[in-house]
């Protein structure tokens, strides 16, 4: 997508990203995180407003982040608990991190997608690798690619429609570049249009997988969901644990 860049998406949608319906109907998975965590520390990639970052910080456990979006880590420090999460802002394939090494690093909702190549995402597996204690974790929770849900290579939806307003998502797909360009557009009777743009390069798990490989990480554990459902060919969504050795 033209003019989108690492912070594009979270500098776009800060305003108004803890209210919007698909970031509320997300689990926040504090209780699995925290047992893998141990004694910690912990890094989160993509942090955001804080969703999942504060409330583990609340449990005492040092958590740090690492965001491209000024405007979504300002969100998070300016709620209750806020400042208690240490942020860098940068590149997450690049983990610029602000301490370590950890006991977990851990990226959720997607957001491992938002490194738009495979180089990149490669080189962020070795990254985090490196940042972690021997016998330290990187959990990834993504969805499972569905190229079928897209027609001649585009998919467009109505989310929302209302006496005074309209949601759609307008997406198109790539399968050679494994991209998907999307914009969701709020129309709204007497305001301006609001447009939230967000650029993905998906991922199978058995390609993270060999990405895991590659860092010199380890397959410990995949799970359908956060209540450690098992993982099927029917799975829409995977939470995979990949291990550091030693420890
Ligand atoms: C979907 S939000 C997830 C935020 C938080 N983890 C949560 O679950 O609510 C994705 C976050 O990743 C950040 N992000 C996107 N691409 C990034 C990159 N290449 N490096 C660092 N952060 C990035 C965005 O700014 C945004 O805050």
Redesign the pocket.
């Known amino acids: 997508m033209d003019r989108y860049d690492?912070?594009t998406?979270?500098?776009r949608i800060a305003d108004v990203?803890d209210d919007r319906p698909e970031?509320r109907a997300?689990a926040i998975p504090v209780e699995l995180l925290a047992e893998l965590a141990g004694s910690g520390p912990v890094l989160?990639?993509?942090?955001?407003?804080?969703?999942?970052?504060v409330p583990l910080a609340a449990r005492g456990l040092q958590v740090h982040g690492?965001?491209?979006?000024r405007a979504?880590v300002q969100r998070m420090h300016a709620k209750p608990g806020g400042d208690a999460v240490t942020v860098a802002i940068?590149?997450?394939?690049d983990l610029p991190t602000p301490g370590g090494p950890y006991s977990l690093a851990f990226?959720?909702?997607?957001?491992f997608f938002?490194?738009?190549s495979q180089g990149d995402q490669v080189r962020c597996f070795e990254n985090v690798a490196r940042a972690l204690l021997p016998g330290g974790r990187f959990l990834v929770e993504a969805f499972v690619p569905d190229p079928a849900r897209f027609d001649r290579s585009q998919r467009t939806s109505a989310t929302r429609v209302a006496v005074d307003e309209v949601h759609l998502d307008a997406t198109m797909y790539d399968a050679v570049d494994q991209r998907i360009d999307g914009e969701h557009v709020i129309l709204r009777d007497g305001e301006p249009v609001r447009m939230l743009p967000v650029s993905l390069r998906f991922a199978w798990p058995s390609e993270l997988d060999l990405m895991a490989r590659l860092a010199g990480l380890q397959l410990e554990g995949r799970f359908g969901g956060w209540n450690r459902e098992p993982f099927t060919a029917a799975s829409g969504t995977h939470v995979s644990i990949y291990s550091k050795p030693g420890g």
Not at 44 to 53: C, K, P, Q, S
Not at 90 to 93: E, K, L, R, V
Request: no cysteine; proline share 0%; charged share 15%.
């Open positions: 690492a912070a998406y979270g500098d990203y970031v997300q989160e990639l993509g942090v955001g407003t804080g969703r999942v970052a690492i965001d491209a979006s979504m940068g590149d997450m394939a990226v959720v909702f997607n957001t938002a490194i738009l």
